[in-house]
């Protein structure tokens, strides 16, 4: 009886433990239809358009110019950017293709997702979409692999008709992410997030002019880039389990009561 009730209060704790754990394994919140969204991109890094995650950011340009935004992705995050191209009316074969780089302006591979497609002759839009690793705490200086900070998106049509060069085109990019959370921590962090560049804030200046700031990623928000993370949720509860697991193999073992003793003489 003792044993089912230390068992019984072990599950409980595992499950009061599990559940935050598992909250945070879910996709994060997305907004739509933020008044606030970008209604431009940049032409190059310098100059890329900052856009929060769940934000669909829009764009008018022509066939040939190079579009750029930029978004925030922090540790335990596997960002997921999607793209629209809606094209002109009378067109020629496209190719369209969206790259993503990271905040040393890596470009980054894409796990899966359409980054290049061809649009036919008169079709009036086309999809692209990138999902990339997800974004660790800590890498060795040689490798490529993505880390928390500044995300670059550029969107740009690779091969076209010398007629359609110059058109005028519309385009939707949105950046969403996934928590994964502990099952991809890693032993290390950062010292700072890559958050390089140069932004150019909303306010103006009394002569009319904008004032040129580091990009403001991670400012207010805050990384989490660090030692924590739920995996240690999971080792608590393994330790806890192996503990209990002893008691109850040392309870079963050593018998009930105590042993009867021999009568002299036997």
């Not at 089912?4 to 996709?27: E, I, K, Q, W, Y």
Request: proline letters at 7%; charged letters at 20%.
């Amino acid at each position: 009886m003792r044993i089912t009730r230390v068992l019984g209060a072990a599950l409980l704790a595992l499950g009061l433990a599990a559940g935050p754990a598992a909250a945070d394994s879910s996709p994060s919140p997305s907004a739509s239809g933020d008044d606030r969204a970008p209604t431009r991109a940049g032409t190059s890094f310098r100059t890329a358009t900052e856009i929060e995650q769940g934000q669909q950011a829009t764009a008018s340009g022509s066939t040939g110019d190079y579009l750029y935004w930029s978004f925030p992705a922090d540790v335990g995050q596997r960002p997921t950017v999607k793209a629209t191209v809606k094209l002109p009316g009378t067109h020629g074969s496209q190719t369209w293709q969206l790259d993503v780089y990271d905040g040393l302006r890596r470009r980054q591979a894409c796990q899966y997702g359409a980054q290049t497609r061809t649009a036919g002759q008169g079709v009036p839009s086309v999809e692209l979409a990138c999902v990339l690793r997800t974004v660790r705490g800590w890498s060795e200086p040689w490798a490529n692999d993505p880390l928390p900070g500044t995300y670059y998106v550029r969107l740009t049509v690779v091969d076209l008709g010398a007629s359609d060069l110059g058109q005028p085109v519309s385009a939707e990019v949105r950046a969403d992410s996934k928590d994964i959370g502990g099952a991809a921590a890693v032993d290390g962090s950062l010292g700072k997030p890559l958050v390089p560049g140069v932004a150019v804030k909303t306010e103006e200046r009394k002569d009319g002019s904008k004032p040129a700031v580091l990009s403001s990623f991670g400012s207010d928000d805050g990384w989490s880039s660090g030692w924590w993370s739920d995996r240690w949720v999971w080792t608590a509860i393994g330790g806890v389990l192996a503990a209990l697991a002893g008691i109850g193999g040392y309870a079963l073992t050593r018998g009930s009561g105590r042993p009867s003793r021999v009568p002299p003489g036997a």
